[in-house]
């Protein structure tokens, strides 16, 4: 498991502030489209790829199939196969751990553009009071 950046670096509490609860951190990275989980001490918001493009600015739209029909990434149309070996050099699943205040990617990395932005957009989210 490879750890990104964006999280807080601060252990416990969620990040974000001493008085930031992780229920409102959760609250906020769930409104850019994550996903909660928990289970005993455990507690992360989830992310998918689709959902990390479009955090990054990536717009696709797909054919029923589930192949991407058209792309723009901020404002631009991108080709097709740009568009999805964007999409598949990001983290097939990435997640921040409320307990640990960290990003955490799988199976990927967080170093292209789209990828940063999201990792702005989490951090930006995780930092507002």
């Not at 928990?38 to 790829?49: A, H, L, S």
């Not at 990054?56 to 991407?68: D, E, F, K, L, P």
């Not at 990434?73 to 997640?95: V, W």
């Amino acid at each position: 498991m490879a750890k990104g950046g964006g999280g807080s670096g601060r252990g416990g509490g969620g990040g974000g502030g001493p008085d930031m609860s992780p229920a409102a951190v959760a609250s906020r990275l769930e409104a850019l489209g994550g996903t909660r989980w928990t289970k005993g001490p455990e507690d992360r918001v989830y992310f998918d790829r689709d959902t990390i493009a479009k955090i990054g600015g990536m717009r696709v739209q797909r054919y029923r199939s589930g192949g991407i029909s058209g792309a723009t990434l901020r404002g631009s149309k991108i080709g097709n196969s740009a568009a999805n070996d964007i999409i598949y050099a990001m983290p097939k699943t990435a997640y921040y751990d409320l307990v640990r205040g960290t990003l955490v990617a799988r199976e990927g990395n967080l170093r292209g553009a789209t990828s940063q932005a999201w990792q702005a957009a989490v951090a930006a989210a995780v930092a507002r009071r």
